[in-house]
């Protein structure tokens, strides 16, 4: 086994832990929830001053009241919330109905554009969107005085590009964008991105409709940064994107969704979040995660305060739970992502020994520098990228 | 006297127009108001701040031309496939509302009872579960491709057919339904008298029932075709990259790219494609005795 797959023995603990698929199921799960439930998952996004929630934000006083979550779905360790509400006095309102992150911002950028409430004191979004947010100005600084545990965060993350400092965010979890396969149906190791173009695969081929996941790792191939990023090599990356597309290559960009088509043998190769495979393995050992000869791209998903927060305390205080480290290692054993806080081997060792050992959880310094971030982008950069690669994702 | 039979009179004159108005209101709140600010916002240009762009109203028809021009592909596609799922369901749909009307005796509201049933499960639900049925490592693929009925592809998830498939299935209850009430009011002693006149039942049929059922499959064809027209989830599901049909573009434009008078207009086209079709259709089919 080489040392970019799985450990089984770890597989089959996470088989008993279902629950824990966030970007598999949650995705199509969510987006079933959105349409079937209709009006009243709109209404949670809907503005509405008056929900019943939660005083406004003071600085006297500890924290106290209601807090409202958006997260991921699955993205969330059982008892974690109970526990948080025993340990705070605080009452959370935790819900999922975080999917697409750019569906999402359609959603709040009217309300949050007139200073309307979302529904959510805090919510958890990748770093693009988060920096968004905040050049229009709609996130509220995180007070380092209510956060004794930031000490415990990564010193990579904190002094990210996207947020320096980490003023108005904080990292919830992180992880790792390569390459799966259905070892039964490719017949051979898949290594390399040019192995996707195999015709021996044609339609049977998935990639991420996102342009830092999905776009970042082909750059990387063809031998370009992803730190600063031009229109020449986004656009380089699109025009072989394009050309699989049209050889039919290509059988579905695809958001969390790629993951039970992988499993059932409809997709062969697939660009895909680590987690998510760790998980799939469970039922089904062909399946392999690679970090690709020419590198993977990393992701963030960040906690950040609405400045249409009506408990600012309350949010900071949870981020403050969720950076102790005996606290954070029950969220990484459930969501298998690679830890942003620092030191984490020896907490994650008394609460689930296999994890500690797992090589994504606790990547190996060779994968490490293999593995990309996205450098921070312009508004006119993101939106020109997302254009042009929507152009051949969507029609 | 008098006075009050008048006053009768007049409220019995307004009552057909109180009893409209809440569909009015509703149709006037629902449909008319968002129509005219769709209309508005596929003639207007968007400026100002990347993610806040202000919309400007100044008749750009520009947005139409690219609508069409960038997505013909997807515009042709869309009414193919609708089509063909229309023609599908009549030719489905026909034969078992024909039974279920003069061949099902006490079973009649057994069998509608049947095919309403799957309708009780959600259109998500009943179309994902077709990727399972369909799958390229499925029994459905294997028992095809022993007897050599794949399609080119070697594969029936993610092909034209699947969607088009899906696009029947999901909507061809709403051929059945008008289909049989047309045919069951169709009073059996004319088939007699046909017979009477020595016809043969080939021409029984084509001189009598399918004359007299044409406003159920008219009804049927515009309830499946202008759904099937919009729909965007068979084709997310069932469909590949080269199956996307003009709903997925409309629902990219408005959710992930955000141009919203570019979706504006492609909604229009399509709005418009459908109003066209529909009145060449209803023309040629002849509209008095709808259902």
Redesign the interface.
């Known amino acids: 086994m080489s040392r970019n797959e799985f450990d089984p023995q770890i597989l089959s603990r996470f088989a008993a832990n279902r629950t824990s698929r966030r970007r598999f199921i949650g995705g199509?799960a969510a987006a079933?929830a959105a349409?079937?439930m209709g009006g009243s998952f709109l209404a949670a996004c809907s503005s509405d001053n008056k929900s019943a929630t939660g005083g406004t934000s003071t600085h006297e006083g500890p924290a106290s009241g209601t807090l409202r979550i958006s997260n991921w779905p699955l993205y969330m360790a059982d008892g974690f919330v109970a526990d948080f509400q025993k340990a705070t006095g605080i009452t959370v309102d935790y819900k999922e109905d975080f999917n697409?992150p750019?569906?999402w911002?359609?959603k709040v950028?009217e309300p949050l554009?007139r200073k309307q409430d979302i529904g959510a004191d805090l919510a958890v979004m990748p770093t693009f969107l988060m920096v968004?947010l905040h050049n229009?100005g709609w996130l509220n600084d995180i007070s380092d005085a209510s956060l004794p545990n930031k000490k415990n965060l990564r010193p990579d993350l904190l002094e990210a590009s996207a947020d320096p400092g980490r003023k108005f965010s904080a990292p919830y979890m992180s992880g790792l964008v390569g390459v799966a396969y259905n070892r039964s149906a490719t017949g051979r190791d898949i290594t390399k991105i040019e192995d996707l173009w195999d015709p021996a695969f044609k339609?049977?081929v998935s990639l991420f409709?996102d342009v830092q996941d999905g776009l970042g790792m082909i750059m990387l191939s063809q031998g370009n940064s992803i730190d600063k990023p031009t229109t020449e090599t986004v656009n380089k990356a699109i025009d072989l994107v394009r050309e699989q597309?049209d050889k039919?290559q290509?059988?579905?960009?695809t958001g969390n969704d790629y993951a039970?088509?992988l499993a059932?043998?409809?997709i062969a190769v697939a660009q895909a979040y680590s987690g998510d495979v760790v998980q799939l393995q469970a039922d089904n050992p062909d399946l392999k995660f690679v970090v690709p000869e020419s590198g993977a791209t990393t992701f963030v998903d960040n906690m950040v305060i609405p400045y249409t927060t009506q408990n600012q305390k309350a949010a900071e205080a949870w981020i403050n739970y969720v950076y102790d480290r005996a606290n954070y290692a029950r969220l990484v054993a459930f969501v298998h992502g690679v830890p942003v806080l620092s030191d984490m081997t020896d907490e994650l060792n008394k609460v689930d020994p296999e994890a500690a050992k797992n090589p994504w959880i606790n990547p190996s310094k060779d994968v490490l520098d293999k593995s990309k971030g996205w450098g921070p982008l312009t508004?006119?950069q993101?939106?020109q990228y997302?254009?042009a690669y929507?152009?051949v994702?969507?029609? | 006297m008098a006075g009050a039979a008048t006053s009768n009179r007049q409220r019995s004159k307004l009552a057909p127009y109180l009893m409209i108005l809440p569909a009015l209101a509703y149709l006037g709140i629902f449909f008319v108001v968002p129509f005219f600010s769709l209309a508005r916002t596929s003639l207007s240009s968007s400026g100002g701040?990347?993610?806040?762009p202000t919309l400007e109203f100044n008749w750009d028809f520009g947005n139409y031309l690219e609508a069409f021009s960038?997505?013909q592909?997807?515009i042709i596609r869309t009414f193919v496939y609708a089509l063909v799922a229309t023609v599908l369901c009549v030719l489905l749909a026909f034969p078992l509302a024909y039974v279920i009307a003069f061949k099902a005796g006490r079973y009649k509201n057994l069998i509608l009872g049947l095919v309403i049933l799957p309708f009780f499960v959600?259109f998500?639900?009943r179309t994902?579960a077709w990727?399972?049925i369909l799958?390229?490592?499925g029994w459905v693929v294997g028992a095809l491709g022993s007897v050599g009925l794949l399609p080119s592809?070697g594969?029936l998830?993610?092909t034209s057919w699947a969607v088009i498939g899906g696009l029947t299935y999901n909507w061809i209850i709403f051929m059945i339904l008008p289909l049989y009430v047309s045919l069951e009011k169709i009073d059996p002693r004319l088939m007699e008298a046909s017979k009477d006149l020595y016809s043969t039942n080939r021409r029984s049929f084509t001189k009598v029932i399918l004359p007299l059922s044409m406003p159920g499959v008219l009804a049927g064809s515009l309830l499946v075709f202008i759904p099937a027209s919009g729909d965007f989830?068979n084709a997310d599901y069932l469909g590949?990259?080269?199956t996307?049909m003009i709903g997925?573009?409309i629902q990219?434009?408005?959710?992930?790219?955000?141009?919203y008078p570019a979706a504006a207009a492609l909604s229009m086209v399509l709005m418009l494609i459908i109003l066209v079709g529909v009145l060449l259709y209803t023309r040629a089919l002849g509209t008095e005795d709808l259902v």
């Open positions: 199509g079933a349409l079937a697409d750019e569906q911002f359609a950028k554009s968004r229009l339609g049977r409709s597309k039919g290509i059988r579905r960009f039970s088509d059932a043998g409809n508004d006119e993101s939106k997302g254009d929507a152009a994702t969507g029609g | 701040s990347v993610y806040l960038h997505y592909d997807q959600t998500l639900i994902i990727k399972t799958a390229d490592d592809e594969r998830l993610s989830i590949s990259t080269q996307t997925n573009v990219k434009q408005f959710l992930v790219v955000k141009d």
